[in-house]
């Protein structure tokens, strides 16, 4: 006996957001205690394992944004390339299955783009000292500033971070619903400590994109709905707790921090792709021979 796509997916985009809520708290409850062991000493001083923080362009931040630009645009040329070439010789289901594949990879590149940029805002901001000290929250410095000051600082993450993001991680849900969602994210966001800022995007909007497909049609929970969290999702949220958690003590994250999780977890959309792709290829061969 089989087990249906539907069921697979849900258990593992059930997973996620559970590993989600594991990990966020146990950082509220352990990441501001300095005599815990649980999170990893280098790890809880910026939220990030960062090999050589203090070589100007080439920080951890410098480094992520290029690998990930640099995935993210071969990714989306190699997806349009490949959906044109299959676009020519598919049967209507074929077409429809790849289709969803061609979104979900389109967006979540487009997304990787989007942390790209987060890096290098963070790059600028530890260069210019932008941000408040990594223990203290956003809102601590906020208070501290004069009002224009503090609407400069704030405002502009709703519209040119949050919203877009949010949009790209929950393709599927109504505009105004991701206006709502985007808007609590961003206010929340400011009552963090700076340093599980980047924890807490990434966490929230894995989320989000696990509730926007659970939320989908049971017709449309197919090989691509169960594959997805398997590729992306729940691996990169196993990345996260081995970065928080072995950063100075795994050789790995040493020497390249949190570069690793970047890689794959923009690799894993091409990944991903690239299974589905293959998959309607040989349906399309097959169909033929048959």
């Known amino acids: 006996m089989s087990v249906s796509p539907r069921l697979v997916g849900n258990c593992l985009h059930t997973l996620n957001l559970l590993n989600i809520f594991l990990y966020g708290s146990v950082i509220y409850a352990f990441g501001t205690n300095p005599q815990s062991t649980v999170f990893d000493k280098s790890w809880l001083q910026e939220g990030f394992c960062m090999p050589h923080p203090d070589v100007d362009y080439q920080t951890t931040h410098d480094l992520s944004g290029h690998v990930m630009v640099v995935i993210s645009l071969l990714g989306l040329a190699l997806q349009r390339c490949l959906s044109h070439r299959q676009a020519s010789k598919s049967t209507t289901a074929t077409e429809s299955t790849l289709s969803k594949a061609d979104t979900l990879t389109f967006w979540a590149l487009i997304g990787a783009l989007g942390h790209a940029w987060g890096h290098y805002f963070l790059a600028f901001s530890h260069r210019e000292q932008f941000f408040p000290p990594s223990e203290e929250s956003f809102m601590d410095d906020l208070l501290r500033s004069s009002l224009p000051e503090a609407i400069g600082k704030a405002c502009p993450g709703l519209p040119f971070f949050w919203m877009p993001l949010v949009q790209t991680y929950m393709i599927n849900t109504a505009k105004g619903r ?30 989000g994109m696990s509730v926007d497909q659970l939320l ?49 977890m923009a690799s894993s959309y091409i990944l991903f792709y690239l299974i589905c792709w293959t998959r309607a290829n040989y349906s399309v061969v097959k169909t033929k021979t048959v």
């Open 178 to 207: 991701v206006a709502i969602v985007a808007f609590f994210c961003w206010f929340f966001s400011l009552l963090m400590q700076v340093r599980f800022g980047f924890s807490y995007a990434q966490s929230v909007l894995f989320a």
């Open 216 to 264: 989908l049609p049971d017709s449309e929970k197919g090989f691509e709905y169960a594959l997805w969290p398997l590729i992306t999702t729940v691996p990169s949220g196993i990345f996260a707790w081995l970065e928080s958690t072995s950063c100075s003590s795994n050789s790995m994250m040493q020497q390249h921090g949190h570069l690793i999780y970047d890689v794959y």
